[in-house]
């Protein structure tokens, strides 16, 4: 069984920083791809980041140049490392990570909440 586990998650004032790991675990082969989602109060789930295998990123434009998504292959571990965050960004950062032929897993997720 695969499991994706957050942390990192809480409390910040505009302007701060936070730093999401995830970690994987479980029989997994073939990590194509980590990356993280997130879902607002009353909004739909939408993209932060992703990398690839080879360390491609892409980045939703809400987030350029304020966020920057790693990954450690060997540790099977992605982290967001959130800069000048502002209260727009306050909602459940979820990993994600595609693998194997056609998996997909997701995390529970850890809250962020950005006060103004």
């Known amino acids: 069984q695969v499991q994706l586990v957050e942390s990192g998650g809480g409390l910040v004032q505009a302007g701060g920083s936070l730093r999401l790991s995830c970690a994987a675990s479980?029989?997994?082969?073939?990590?194509?791809?980590m990356g993280w989602h997130r879902q607002a109060p009353g909004k739909q789930r939408e993209l932060v980041a992703t990398i690839t295998i080879d360390g491609s990123t892409n980045y939703a434009d809400s987030v350029k140049g304020r966020f920057t998504i790693s990954r450690d292959n060997a540790k099977n571990t992605v982290h967001l490392q959130m800069n000048s965050l502002k209260p727009e960004d306050t909602a459940i950062y979820i990993c994600?990570?595609?693998w194997g032929f056609g998996m997909d897993s997701w995390g529970k997720g850890t809250h962020v909440t950005v006060s103004s």
């Open positions: 479980g029989s997994i082969f073939r990590i194509n791809s």
């Open positions: 994600n990570m595609a």
